[in-house]
């Protein structure tokens, strides 16, 4: 499947849990992949060939802190080298941290600010030019349930995963008129590294939560997005999808 007419993803933090589900699920429909991660290269290379192997389609990893506007920017024009263009901005690269507010330090506050929503900003700019020259393009930012209702907690990483929610929809308004569709996805519990921290008991309850008693899969998430960068959503822009298993309602 691989040429030059395929269309092209580029999905941030795809080393890991729910971004590499992400890619996968983009790989099976014949899209040109592109990997973004910061840490995990042996992951990121894995899984490049695992998605090269399995569904014969173009991959390139490339690493990118995408707190970084620099490392970002390098990424895009590698792509573009590559690729020649960007269809697909999935922005799902992103930290957590439990902490009682009064803990939350400085640099806990940056860090947070600077990977979950200032790598979300970069990596929109960076690719916008691109999509607004095609008139043309798809773009999905992951939140979380505690974007829209709060986490005890987890004040600054409900704050920032808020901000995504007043970017998506700010963003979606500037660049509609330009043929670009700008959602979001808010997930609940899924069982990534992310949720490594919590004991079985708290995961237990987390599960009696939510009313389908059940936590969320990286396939559950990936399917959603999936859809909103799909023609199916081709009249859906500026809205917050949740994918939470009831938990929100
Ligand atoms: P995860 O398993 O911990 O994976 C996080 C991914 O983000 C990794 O691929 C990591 O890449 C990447 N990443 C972290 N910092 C980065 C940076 N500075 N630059 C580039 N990549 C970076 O987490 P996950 O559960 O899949 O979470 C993915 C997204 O879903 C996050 O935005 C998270 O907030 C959101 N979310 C998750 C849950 C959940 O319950 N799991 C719920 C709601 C929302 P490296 O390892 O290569 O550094």
């Not at 890619?23 to 840490?39: D, E, H, P, R, W």
């Not at 998605?51 to 990118?64: E, G, H, P, Q």
């Not at 009064?102 to 860090?111: K, Q």
């Not at 987390?206 to 389908?212: F, I, R």
């Amino acid at each position: 499947m691989n040429g030059e007419n395929m269309k092209k993803v580029i999905i941030t933090g795809a080393s890991r849990g729910i971004g590499s589900a992400v890619a996968i699920a983009f790989a099976k429909q014949g899209y040109s992949i592109v990997l973004n991660y910061n840490n995990s290269k042996e992951k990121a290379l894995a899984l490049a060939k695992t998605i090269r192997d399995s569904y014969n389609v173009d991959v390139l990893a490339v690493k990118a802190d995408v707190a970084s506007s620099a490392q970002v920017n390098e990424m895009t024009e590698k792509v573009l080298e590559q690729f020649g263009s960007i269809d697909i901005l999935v922005n799902n690269a992103g930290i957590a941290q439990q902490k009682l507010f009064t803990d939350i330090t400085d640099d806990d506050w940056r860090r947070m600010l600077d990977i979950n929503l200032t790598g979300v900003f970069n990596c929109c700019r960076s690719v916008l030019p691109c999509m607004i020259r095609n008139h043309s393009g798809a773009i999905v930012n992951i939140s979380s349930m505690w974007g829209q209702t709060g986490a005890s907690c987890e004040v600054h990483y409900s704050a920032v995963k808020a901000g995504i929610i007043g970017l998506t929809k700010a963003l979606a308004k500037e660049v509609g008129p330009s043929g670009i569709r700008v959602n979001c996805v808010a997930p609940g519990v899924v069982m990534t590294d992310m949720m490594n921290g919590f004991d079985d008991e708290t995961i237990q309850q987390l599960k009696e939560e939510a009313v389908l008693n059940t936590l969320g899969t990286p396939k559950n998430i990936a399917d959603a997005i999936a859809f909103l960068c799909s023609d199916k959503a081709s009249f859906i822009t500026g809205q917050v999808l949740s994918v939470n298993g009831g938990m929100v309602i």
